[in-house]
């Protein structure tokens, strides 16, 4: 059956590589906060974005807990490039590309699970939970036949694997600086949801997985930091979780904040984004820890833990920081993603807790989530109306909030005044632009 | 030696078929017309009426599927991994309102769904008021002008006879056929 997205894919314009950094910053004009629809439909600047964010940057891949033992292993992508995060026999994360070195076809056919060795199914070669060739039938002739055949230099293509506090993040550039180089001053905002409690964190078990017909930016800027799309497009479901609209909030008492192009839009309301998962226990809990939580990490960032907030870490990772939800966009063309959704909870938390957990956030943030519905159509009409040769040339505002910026003592990074702010959107389309404009 | 091709013995043999006791003709058909309401109900977006077909105690899971190797020892459809929905009557009410707010954007103009449901068994239980069904169902959707989804899948519900002698639906699993969820959102009950 043909699906509605595959209409979408847009006609090539553009070979990859050709568009300049000259023409790359007229279409991202950030001091006129303007924008050129064409980064959302041009393939060409679609394919520079898999090699020069995709292929470059650090992407999140795996939560610890996902691969708890030796042997543990999930399937996922970076950019369009299918992985396999594995835990090996030394204890180690091993990220590595997922086709084989012979004939190139996928190894693992599974999303989850535990094994020694991954085989190809084409000809038996198999590999280690590290990627490496640790056989193949009729070695011997390989050896006989093969000049030079050594099984060492055909293991499976590695990522650099470095982790922050059970997010297990992965590169394929060699030479980039690390990871707690990449996040920055995000780290001390990440700890929020990874070190409130001493026991750290862990995903629920499983996942939701589904396609969206949409370019990636829309979702990845949205949880950057429109705040400002909450209230109406998600007026159903507020009424649905909580008896009545989303309030109206006092912009003067919440940020948004950027580092490095990632983003975080929050409040201090310590339970608001927490409480549309329909659980009074939920609340409790949080309410309970408070004062717990305020000497582990100050006043100040315990009134953020179950606080209204959206938060993209650039450039595919996002979480409601307040709500739990995690998920990831993963490019499958110009108009359409592979959407990963799953649920982080505190390790030490009743069982019972985390089931309400699991079930509030599927119950909200899951394709069948009373308030992630209206947010698919909203991406998917956002990008096909760029099919039209007129309507794409019409650039897009993202203008609001120019001078918020401010210095606060406490609040680290780049921070703004007001949630409802283009800011973040700004900062994470800065950092799209020094990216693309990097040969 | 040379094979002699024909019946070996690395073939499967067929198993003769395992009698079970028919269920009342009566039965089978108001559990059919049951279920073929039930699913006019949600074409029409009669929700209210729909959550009235239900016991107070009801339990609507359709757990995400995963693909895993034959081998893994997990079992296929676990309580304990995500779900597309896990909900109690209180959790079917607030996705109902939701539905039925003047505000649900990606409900107006109105989803047209059609669920056609089919291959209904019906399974005695040794409660008298209470039948396992199985079926299974094929929903389309069509949204705005061109938009379509299809899903289909499996149903296993335990229905249960009601005081006033109507069935209701106790319970419900519902197990799709798509791993990754092949459409940007599920605003359907299946």
Known sequence: ?439 | MALVLGDNPALKKPLPPQPSPLPPMQLVFEVQQFLYREARLLDEERYQEWLGLMTGDIHYWMPGIQARYRKDKTPRLDPKRMALFDDDMLNMRRRVTRFLDATAWAEDPPTRSCHTISNVEVELTPRDDEFKVYSTFINCRGRGETEEYWLTGRRTDLLRRAGDGTLRLASREIVMTQSVLLAKNLNVFL
């Not at chain 1, 050129?36 to 439909?41: C, L, V």
């Not at chain 1, 026999?89 to 989850?112: M, P, Q, W, Y």
């Not at chain 1, 209206?374 to 039209?388: I, L, V």
Request: net charge neutral; charged share 25%; hydrophobic share 35%.
């Open chain 1, 1 to 439: 059956m043909k699906r509605a997205a595959a209409k979408l894919q847009m006609q090539p314009e553009t070979a990859a590589g050709t568009v300049t950094a000259k023409a790359l910053r007229e279409l991202v004009d950030l001091e006129a906060g303007r924008i050129d629809r064409r980064i959302f439909w041009d393939h060409g600047i679609y394919r520079m974005e898999l090699e020069r964010i995709f292929a470059r940057c650090w992407l999140f891949v795996a939560h610890e807990s996902q691969v708890a033992a030796p042997g543990d292993f999930i399937t996922t992508y970076m950019g369009e490039d299918g992985v396999i995060v594995a835990r090996g026999t030394d204890g180690k994360v091993n990220v590595f590309l997922n086709s084989c070195t012979h004939r190139g076809n996928k190894i693992c056919h599974a999303e989850a699970g535990n094994k020694k060795r991954f085989t190809c199914n084409y000809h038996g070669w198999c590999f280690d939970t590290a990627g490496a060739l640790v056989g193949l039938p009729a070695e011997e002739l390989y050896q006989k036949t093969c000049p030079g055949f050594d099984k060492d230099e055909l293991g499976l293509h590695r990522a650099r694997v470095e982790s922050y506090k059970g997010l297990v993040f992965a590169t394929f550039d060699e030479t980039s600086p690390g990871l707690d180089e990449y996040l920055g001053d995000y780290r001390w905002y990440l700890d929020v949801l990874l070190d409130n409690d001493e026991g750290g964190t862990e995903f629920c078990e499983g996942s939701i997985k589904s396609r969206m017909a949409c370019n990636w930016k829309f979702p990845a800027e949205n949880f950057a930091g429109d705040s400002y799309h909450a209230a109406w497009t998600h007026n159903s479901g507020a009424v649905a979780m909580l008896g009545q609209g989303v309030g109206k909030s006092n912009q003067e008492k919440s940020y948004q904040m950027n580092v490095n192009g990632h983003a975080w839009q929050f409040g201090l309301d310590m339970v608001g984004n927490a409480m549309t998962l329909g659980e009074q226990d939920i609340v409790d809990y949080l309410r309970e820890r408070e004062s717990k939580v305020a000497a582990r990490l100050g006043k100040i960032r315990s009134r953020m833990v179950g606080a209204i907030s959206s938060a993209t870490l650039f450039p595919h990772m996002s979480f409601l920081a307040g709500h739990s939800t995690f998920r990831t966009w993963h490019p499958k063309g110009t108009a359409e993603i592979e959407l990963h959704t799953w649920v982080l909870v505190n390790k030490s938390a009743p069982d019972a807790l985390k089931d309400k957990y699991r079930n509030g956030v599927m119950r909200t943030f899951s394709p069948s989530g009373t308030l992630e519905m209206d947010d698919g159509d909203n991406w998917e009409n956002a990008s096909a109306s760029n099919q039209g040769v007129v309507t794409r040339r019409q650039k897009l505002h993202y203008a609001l909030g120019m001078d918020s910026r401010i210095e606060h003592e406490e609040l680290k990074g780049v921070l703004h005044l007001r949630k409802y702010n283009d800011s973040n959107q700004r900062a994470f389309y800065q950092r799209w632009l020094d990216l693309m404009c990097k040969e």
